[in-house]
C-alpha cells in the first residue's frame, strides 16, 4: 500500500498549494470572481480546488485504494471536522491532514491566553469585546444590507459589516430576518437531498483534570480515535438510528 499512501500524502501538497490560489481568487473584485464563475475559467487557476472539493472524502480515499483499513486509518480524525467521510468534501480532509503533519501544538499558560492575546489586540486596534452579551437578531435595511445587531436587553450596535460565528443555519433561521436567504433547510440531519442544508453532527467534550503531570502517569505523547469499525460513515449512520444514548452504549 506505499504507492497509495504516497499518492496521498501528494494529494496533501496538492490541496495546500489549491487552497490558497483559491483564496487569492477569493479575494478579487465581485465582478471578476462573477465573471471567472459564470465562464468557468476559474478552473484554469485554482489549481484543481473544484476537483478536490467536488469529491467526497469516501470517494477521494476510494479512488487510492481498496484496502478498508488503509481508508480508515487515512480519514481517521474526520472528527476534527465534524462531517462524515461519506459526506464530507474530500479536500477538506485533506487540509486538515496538512495542519497536523508537524505534530499538534499546545499553548504555554493554556488555552485561555489564545482569547486573552487576541482581545489585547483587538483593543488596541480600537475595538472592544464583550462577555455575556447576546446577540437577539443582525439588523438589515430595507435593501437587505446588514446595518449592526441587537442584544438581548434592547441594545443596538450599529455596523456595515457584521461577522456571525453562531452556525449558518441558525445565522440564516433565526438572526437574520425571515426570507433574507432563500435556501431549503432540512430538519433530518441524515439527509442526501440536492439542494438542502441540515443540521450536522452534534458532540460533547469531556475534560479531566490530573493531580500530576503525564509524564508522571505515563500517559502516552498520542491521540486515540475510537471506532466501532472500520466504515465509521457506516457506524454513524447506525448510532444515528437510535433513539437514546443508553441504547447508544447497549449496542455499542
Known amino acids: 500500500e506505499t504507492a497509495a499512501i504516497d499518492e496521498y ?34 478552473k484554469r487557476f485554482d489549481g484543481g480546488f473544484h476537483k478536490l472539493a467536488s469529491l467526497t472524502v469516501q470517494e477521494g480515499l476510494d479512488r487510492l485504494t481498496d484496502n478498508q483499513e488503509l481508508k480508515a486509518v487515512l480519514g481517521y480524525n474526520w472528527g476534527d471536522y465534524g462531517c462524515e467521510p461519506n459526506r464530507a468534501s474530500f479536500i477538506v480532509q485533506l487540509l486538515c491532514t496538512s495542519v497536523f503533519l508537524e505534530g499538534g501544538f499546545y499553548p504555554r499558560n493554556g488555552p485561555s491566553e489564545i482569547p486573552k492575546k487576541i482581545t489585547r489586540r483587538i483593543k488596541q486596534l480600537g475595538g472592544d469585546v464583550f462577555v455575556k452579551a447576546e446577540v437577539k437578531k443582525i439588523l438589515v435595511d430595507d435593501g437587505s444590507s446588514v446595518t449592526g445587531v441587537q442584544m438581548e436587553d434592547g441594545t443596538r ?21 425571515s426570507n433574507t436567504i432563500d435556501i431549503e433547510f432540512s430538519k433530518n440531519s441524515r439527509t442526501n437531498a440536492p439542494g438542502q442544508l441540515h443540521p450536522g453532527l452534534t458532540g460533547f467534550c469531556l475534560f479531566v483534570g490530573l493531580n500530576k503531570s503525564p509524564r508522571d502517569l505515563n500517559l502516552p505523547e498520542s491521540q486515540y480515535w475510537l471506532y466501532p469499525g472500520l466504515d465509521t460513515s457506516k457506524g454513524i449512520d447506525k448510532v444515528m438510528g437510535m433513539k437514546t444514548f443508553e441504547e447508544a452504549l447497549d449496542k455499542l
Open 9 to 42: 500524502y501528494k494529494l496533501v501538497g496538492k490541496a495546500t498549494s489549491a487552497f490558497h490560489r483559491a483564496m487569492i481568487l477569493k479575494s478579487l473584485p465581485r465582478v471578476v470572481n462573477q465573471f471567472l464563475l459564470r465562464t468557468g475559467l476559474y
Open 157 to 177: 450596535i450599529l455596523a456595515s459589516t457584521v461577522v456571525s460565528d453562531a452556525g449558518f443555519i441558525h445565522t440564516a433561521k433565526d438572526l437574520l430576518p
